[in-house]
Nanobody, 114 residues
Framework: QVRLVESGGGLVQPGGSLRLSCAAS????????VAWYRQAPGKQREMVAT???????NVADSVKGRFAISRDNAKNTVYLQLSSLKFEDTAVYYC????????WGQGTQVTVSS
């Protein structure tokens, strides 16, 4: 069973940047779609960005122009670049490997605070 591990979260000031990484134990990123989700306290989990096996990407309107998703097949890693961070970006960010794998990572905390 594939295992996903997120990293790169932390505390950052408004306007700052972070790069989140999602590493997979098995090289399936080039086969299945991958998504980044986030969940803020008291809110539902929401999709932030997706990347398909063909490298087609999509980001949520709330982060468009500020977040970008990319993939490095050689490293079995998907990235989420976060820029111009806002207070409302504070959340736990999760990596999800799409069906039929349907695997979630454990999440990485991003806190935007001054």
């Amino acid at each position: 069973q594939v295992r996903l591990v997120e990293s790169g979260g932390g505390l950052v000031q408004p306007g700052g940047s972070l790069r989140l990484s999602c590493a997979a134990s098995v090289n399936l990123f080039s086969i299945y779609p991958v998504a980044w989700y986030r969940q803020a306290p008291g809110k539902q989990r929401e999709m932030v960005a997706t990347i398909t096996s063909a490298l087609s990407t999509n980001v949520a309107d709330s982060v468009k122009g500020r977040f970008a998703i990319s993939r490095d097949n050689a490293k079995n890693t998907v990235y989420l670049q976060l820029s111009s961070l806002k207070f409302e970006d504070t959340a736990v960010y999760y990596c999800y490997l799409g069906p039929p794998a349907g695997a979630w990572g454990q999440g990485t905390q991003v806190t935007v605070s001054s």
